[in-house]
């Protein structure tokens, strides 16, 4: 009898996520690893919230990419100040893209499911739901291979082969844009 309540309960939250218009987004994978040269990204694999999917750094289409890293729920409100920056044009954006990557522990298709189209809920933007790219992984081979901690934030700035330039933790503030703006701003003079 619980089978059934759980099933009718997941077939009614489906069906009313349809009847208003919400369109589910795929689970999304579990990435298997690849351990990273020094200074470099390593193979991440996710789907936006627009349920396309995309490999970083293999599928980055720029020349340098913003990458900010949250592990927790908690962590929006920090990724929010570097999202507000690079929207108002605090961060020079001349051939620099954004993403935004919430890396979440390996859990079950379901629950990746319900994970992906609940932030797909909670964000309005268009452009926000396809710079958000979901990636579920064994989060401490990233924390050991690139020296992270689950309490923290990261703001990555990478080449389009993956090599990292720059690297923050932490929220957003003027000493972190300044230093991010003067390392775009040489990057572009040398690429002339």
Request: hydrophobic share 40%; no cysteine.
């Amino acid at each position: 009898m619980k089978t059934f309540l759980k099933i009718a309960l997941i077939i009614i939250i489906l069906g009313s996520l349809f009847v208003t218009k919400v369109y589910f987004i795929g689970p999304g994978n579990i990435i298997s690893w690849q351990k990273p040269e020094p200074n470099y990204m390593p193979l991440l694999e996710g789907e936006n919230l627009l349920g396309e999917k995309l490999s970083f750094p293999k599928d980055l289409k720029g020349p340098l990419t913003l990458l900010v890293i949250g592990f927790k729920r908690e962590h929006q409100k920090l990724i929010n100040t570097w999202i507000e920056a690079y929207e108002k044009g605090q961060i020079n954006k001349g051939g620099v893209d954004f993403f935004e990557l919430p890396i979440i522990y390996e859990v079950g298709m379901l629950k990746r499911l319900f994970i992906n189209n609940g932030m797909k809920m909670g964000i309005p933007d268009p452009e926000q739901l396809k710079r958000t790219v979901t990636v579920y992984m064994d989060r401490q081979k990233l924390f050991d291979s690139l020296k992270m901690e689950v309490n923290s934030i990261y703001s990555l700035l990478i080449q389009q082969d993956g090599k990292i330039v720059w690297r923050s933790q932490g929220i957003v503030s003027s000493k972190k844009l300044d230093a991010l703006n003067h390392l775009i701003q040489s990057y572009q003079l040398n690429a002339r």
